[in-house]
């Protein structure tokens, strides 16, 4: 028979003549002394309690007309647009002291219910009074918050009043236990006392409001504003303004998450930055934390990584020592699992013993404390406040810990930028830091330092949980714990070994992965290259190579993930097994009872977690550190010099420019156009005083500049004079210094000795304009004495923004002077082409723009500023001759002349000479000469007569109708037909979208499709793995839980076999011989095999989970890149290059390394759920009941949560990409901000994306957190049901104790896995959205390189002759175009010199790409020597003919690679072939000859020798047919002079087709093709049609003399 906890329980009433009277307020026992009031009522201890309801009637009486009338929106004075609004003195105090009176009013329920339970009759004085008490107190704070946030104190009158009576009575009823001798031993005295404390310093809090305020008895209230966010209507970030209960719940965050669920989140929707929180507050905090780390240690400038860390220490150390508490508070309420579980299942079991109180008083029972505990609903309760405190106190911890961290990003995100803006040229240019490692430094190191401040935590609660759990463990178990915790200890550093390794290998991963995407960018930037020479096999081999190496790498951190997935998993069970073991077999005597057990298992599940996150922690230390030193490294890097501002200052400025009278405005951008802008030509231009004071702006006296601190001068005795308001050009051969004179002008380069004088003539609207911009500029040192100068950098350098803002760059919007602007550098009809017009994105994620394109632009910017200096480095470089020659006469002499502006302008085009006013003449780093046109006429007869020969033709007015094929006609053509396929590519999508949708293109459709699963990803994801895999997957996962259980349940099942038999033989008075011996033999060696066999599944399901990961990730890059590397070249032109390769790199990252994880921790999480909820139903079938209602809200919860999760995700992702751009765009265009002297401007830029990026973070971390209280509230109310409904079942249906533990642990397990499930659910679909961007692209059409002859069909020597016949041909680029070449038919003799040339769109370059199939025939065919190419298999077509494109491509690697990457020829050949091309001195130069690396994109030469190395590579092809693709288009002239003299003699006997870009380079030509409209317009000898004065290509001839 099973001794109950007591014969009667509380709430069973005996029989009695006046049972029916059992309810009486002051109990119903005949005799009771409750009714005696013969010493005076206030000793009677009932009328004490009833006393104590009178102060909450009063105020549930007075406050609830107050909150449910309505007062609140007449009465409040200032309206709000949150509900949130400034809190009261003493606010926080006040919540917290209200919820410890909340949690101790609910024990005094508990008690007086546990005492009253001892006695006959019920009295409800003992628990009444203190549930009234709780229904107040809620009212109390309900009414605080409503008066709160209507600012209106005077109604806290109320509260004054109840605290005051509240503290009164409670004082009264503590007094008279003291007088009747009730002490500390009774738990009621110590409650009563505790009260009367709480009351009485809620009192305190009121008059504290009431003394500061003054809202009463005072003629002076104090008025207070909200906080200046508030404020605000742009701030929704509101963590930091609420209540603390709203504070610990995210409660504000709810309709943020459903709203999310109607409407999409976007930046509008999450609104600003508070102000405590932006990246310019916590800067200046760091920054003042700096300035206080100089004062002690009282160093100018303290340098190194502990000042660093000092300074870090300092700004941010306060909020992670809160939430170090709080995490350390967490852990420890964390052993109160463990605890209650021992104590419920130990008063549960057979031992326990039935007690009764010792003091009555009044008639009433007093217990004591230790009384109190050892009833196990009571322990029940307790549990569930202590998991909801701890989950509380957790999630806190988490959330402040991320905070800082992201606060701690955005202070060192804005400090390096502060440091690149001041950073040293050479520094850059010398690749002593790249702009790679500068990007590395915001996108890794901060973010690594980030996650260490929220890890930081960690290294206090650690060691102190890991302390307290042994301690317990070996109160519970003794020495037995010991060895379970040695078992542990002892695998902890095979952990951190493993942790160590796995870290070491996802950095080869990276390397791998970061060569892998370096040549997959090459290969996709040269695919048409590739294309053309038939390379395809080579590069593809290439690449399966590099991914052979990073899948090396990634099988090492697959099998390290899967060693750590498996130690994790095994380790607590190797040490329960070892510690139940040897405890069973020391314990004989003592027996071995379910709450050791239990209590045991779950302080193990406890101590293993921080020894395994002991490993991270110190890993996320050693990368924080390292980050650290390189943050130092890069802080103490050198900085540009300030001797560039010794310059000498105006003495006199005239005020009668225009630029005086429009001084430049950023900060204003709603200023309206100035009315002189409209008549800007008619103004009077700037008078020049001629005097020797100011007759030149700039002057260099004895100059000798360098790159580098240590090397030697790059410019020697530099002494020139640039003149005020003229046009003066530098001229030179390439690499004689030119562009680095005007950057040591500027101050870029290093002043060795001499000295640059600025006569800076009007700056006056400079200062005006940077004096309002610092005060927002981090650390803004502008200097004024250089003015602003408008750069136009040879290597245009282009914003991630629309073409218009890239042409005024930040200054005030004037539409006269943009259109004169636009219309001088001829972007009208590129605006024309544009989808958006001037306002499409252009730079590296808008728009890919061509060379031109981006000079002509970048240009633009330098003409539409009002600065008075204008630098031009080489701007006509990208462009052909009729544009150049309009952007000089519209451009530099109307525009810039016309205003005085003072322009330099760097130039290769020597036919402008004449227009200059001042020549410089640059060689070898030196001045060769400067001086008028006429000067050096006079002075330097031989250099005159040099540069006369170099101009080929004289400046005169082209004829619209006579304008060529140009370059930037070319340019036009492709940008017109890329906009083309991407509104198609566009229209294909929508209607693809319209097919999903079934005509119901309705919100409510798609808010429906953002909330499923992507289920079709996640089955092509798994059925990538194969047939044999995902069985094995499914099938380990679900042995390895079943057996789980099965431990835990043998465990139960032991332990109460083993308490019921000691039970029986102490019952039967048992002797101790061997008949009433427990024998654990039996049970020992079934938990063995079942513990064996568990880690054995563990191991198993590890292996399964990564191996299907690398399975899948092998599989998808392997299909991904054989369709790319086919797919069709019309493919590359429709969909842009960064699409691809997010595809190869983002996405494929995803699929390699985050999968596999988020698959495992997903699948780990729901089976540990479904079984825990499996075991408790089973212990416990009254529990499935209550499941439904919590199933019900964890559905909608994580409903919500995944769609909100997912926005925020995706926000956070792209709030990151401008923030990393904007690094690397100012890296690249620092020489070019820092002319412009614009550096606040890009400062402030600067800010409001890391703001963005940091409130996305933050609104993810609140949403994060939001979810993992309600999963945890809902895991404890798991917890408590599972309890309560276990006690009611093993007291009444003797449920054995074994179970009751059972049930209760699985019950924990729930409430720690329930919000990983959801969070695992919420990262798995935006993971898979990475499977469905690769599953879009393997839909891609490949070309057909099949073709009808076989091989063997095909001469080895094809083509030998070089004959080409072109019969009826007609091509279109895909087959929803229309044709580009109609009815084509010529005929090409073998080794025929022939020249095509013909307007825009005529057809050229589809005649060139024709020979090679890229491009559609439909009709027609060509014929070279006797076969017909659309026969060919594409590979041995295209590997038969040579080209040289107009773009120059160099891939990295050797010299050799590039000439010959099929690795046929002999170095003989490769010589021959670069003397021809008259390279052989310049690779004989350089280390290694052939075998020298070529840089990526070949940037290691110079735009001329890539076009010599293209052409030395058709050469080596020794094809014997050529064609020239525009290839002159792009080199300067005396190259080209070369390049054509090798055609003509190195390929005298091979066929050559040239399209022309400068019609003057085919008059030498066999025969002339002119196109027009796809049509053959002229076909003869260029003699014969020149003689033709009606002919087309005479009036081309004419237009390009």
Known sequence: MIMRYKEYPPWKTTQSPSSTMSLAFCGSENNSSAYNVDQGVLNNGC???????????????????????????????????????????????????????????????????????????????????????????????????????????????????????????????????????????????????????????????????????????????????????????????????????????????????????????????????????????????????????????RSPNPQGSKAIWCTLRHAFGSPILLSSTFRCLADLLGFAGPLCISGIVHHLSNENKTFQPQVKLLGVYFISSQEFLANAYVLAVLLFFALLLQRTFLQASYYIAIETGINLRGAIQAKIYNKIMRLSTSNMSMGEMSAGQICNLVAIDTNQLMWFFFLCPNLWAMPMQIIVGVILLYYLLGISALIGATVITVLAPVQYFVATKLSQTQRSTLEYSNERLKKTNEMLRGIKLLKLYAWEHIFHGIMEETRQKEMTSLKAFALYTSISIFMNAAIPIAAVLTTFVVHAYLSQDSGFSPAVAFASLSLFHILVTPLFLLSSVVRSTVKALVSVQKLSEFFSSEEIGEERDKCQLPVNIDNHSKYQAVPLKVVNRKRPPREEWNHY??????????????????????????????????????????????????????????????????????????????????????????????ETAIDADISQVRGSVAYAAQKPWLLNDTMEKNITFESAYNKQRYKTVIDACSLQPDIDILPHGDQTQIGERGVNLSGGQRQRISVARALYQQANMVFLDDPFSALDIHLSDHLLQEGILKILREEKRTTVLVTHKLQYLPHADWIIAMKDGTIQREGTLKDIQKSEPELFEQWKTLMNRQDQRLEKETVTESKTALERKNLRRAMYSREALSRADEEEDSIESDDEDSLSMVLHQRAKMPWQACCKYLSSAGILLLPLLVLSQLLKHSVMVAIDYWLAKWTSDAISLKIEAERNNCSQSQECGFNH??????????????????????????????????????????????????????????????????????????????????????????????????????????????????????????????????????????????????????????????????????????????????????????????????????????????????????????????????????????????RSLADMEVQLGAVKRINGLLKTEVENYEGLLSPSQIPPGWPDQGEIKIQNLSVRYDSSLKAVLKHVNAHISPGQKVGICGRTGSGKSSFSLAFFRMVDTFEGRIIIDGIDIAKLPLQTLRSRLSIILQDPILFSGTIRFNLDPEGKCTDGMLWEALEIAQLKHVVKALPGGLDAMVTEGGENFSLGQRQLFCLARAFVRKSSILIMDEATASIDMATENILQKVVMTAFADRTVVTIAHRVHTILNADLVIVMKRGIILEYDKPEVLLEQEDSVFASFVKADK
């Open 47 to 297: 009328f004490v309690d009833a006393l104590n309801v009178v102060p909450h009637v009063f105020l549930l009486f007075i406050t609830f007309p107050i909150l449910f009338i309505g007062w609140g929106s007449q009465s409040s004075k200032v309206h709000i647009h949150h509900s949130t609004w400034l809190h009261f003195p003493g606010h926080n105090l006040r919540w917290i002291l209200t919820f410890i009176l909340l949690f101790v009013l609910v024990c005094e329920i508990a008690e007086g219910i546990v005492s009253d339970g001892f006695t006959d009759s019920r009295h409800l004085h003992l628990y009444m009074p203190a549930g009234m008490a709780f229904m107040a107190a809620i009212t109390s704070v309900v009414y605080y918050h409503n008066i709160e946030t209507s600012n209106f104190p005077k109604l806290l009158l109320a509260l004054l009043i109840y605290w005051s009576l509240a503290f009164i009575t409670k004082t009264i009823k503590f007094a008279k236990f003291c007088e009747h001798g009730i002490g500390l031993s009774q738990l009621r005295f110590c409650i009563t006392g505790l009260l009367a404390m709480l009351y009485g310093m809620l009192l305190a809090v009121e008059i504290n409001v009431i003394r500061v305020r003054r809202y009463i008895c005072s003629n002076d209230p104090r008025e207070v504003k909200p906080p200046e966010d508030l404020q605000d209507l742009g701030v929704r970030f509101l963590q930091p303004f609420v209540n603390l209960l709203s504070k610990g719940t995210y409660w504000w965050m709810n309709r943020f998450i459903t709203t999310a669920h109607k409407r999409p989140i976007d930046l509008k929707t999450i609104g600003k930055l508070p102000i405590a929180m932006r990246a310019i507050t916590n800067y200046n905090r760091m920054k003042a934390a700096f300035e206080a780390q100089k004062q002690t240690l």
């Open 1081 to 1318: 033999s039996s049970y020992s060696m079934v938990f063995s095999i079942l513990c064996s066999l568990g880690i054995l599944f563990c191991l198993a399901t590890s292996i399964a989970v990564e191996w299907t990961g690398l399975r899948v990730a092998k599989k998808l890059h392997q299909n991904l890149l054989n369709r790319i590397i086919l797919a069709p070249m019309r493919f590359f032109e429709t969909t842009p290059l960064g699409s691809i390769l997010n595809r190869f790199s983002a996405d494929l990252n995803t699929v390699d390394q985050h999968i596999p994880a988020t698959l495992e921790c997903l699948s780990r999480s729901t089976l540990l759920c479904v079984s825990a909820l499996a075991v408790i139903s089973y212990v416990t079938p009254v529990f499935l009941i209550s499941l439904v209602p919590l199933a019900v809200a964890c559905y909608f919860i994580q409903k919500y949560f995944r769609v909100a999760s997912r926005d925020l995700q995706q926000l956070d992702d792209s709030t990151q990409l401008p923030l990393l751009s904007h690094f690397s765009e100012t890296v690249e265009g620092l020489t070019t901000i820092r002319a412009f002297r614009y550096e606040a401007r890009f400062r402030r830029k600067l800010l409001e994306y890391t703001d963005s990026n940091n409130i996305a973070s933050l609104f993810l971390t609140a949403a994060n957190r939001w979810l993992e209280v309600r999963m945890e509230y809902i895991g404890a109310c798991v917890v408590l049901i599972a309890a309560v409904a276990s006690i009611t079942y093993s007291l009444y249906n003797r449920l054995s104790s074994g179970l009751v533990g059972l049930g209760l642990t699985y019950a924990l397990m729930i409430s720690n896995y329930l919000n990983w499930m959801v």
């Open 681 to 774: 030509n008619s103004l009077p231009g700037r008078q020049v005083n001629i005097t020797e004071g100011e007759e030149y702006c700039i002057k260099i006296r004895n100059g000798y500049f360098t790159w580098t601190p240590d090397g030697a001068p790059t410019l020697s005795n530099i002494d020139i004079k640039i003149p005020h308001g003229q046009l003066t050009m530098i001229v030179g051969q390439v690499g004689c210094g030119k562009s680095s004179l005007l950057l040591a002008a500027l101050g870029e380069m290093q002043k060795i000795s001499g000295n640059i004088y600025w006569n800076s003539m009007s700056d006056t609207e400079l200062g005006e304009d940077l004096s309002t911009e610092t």
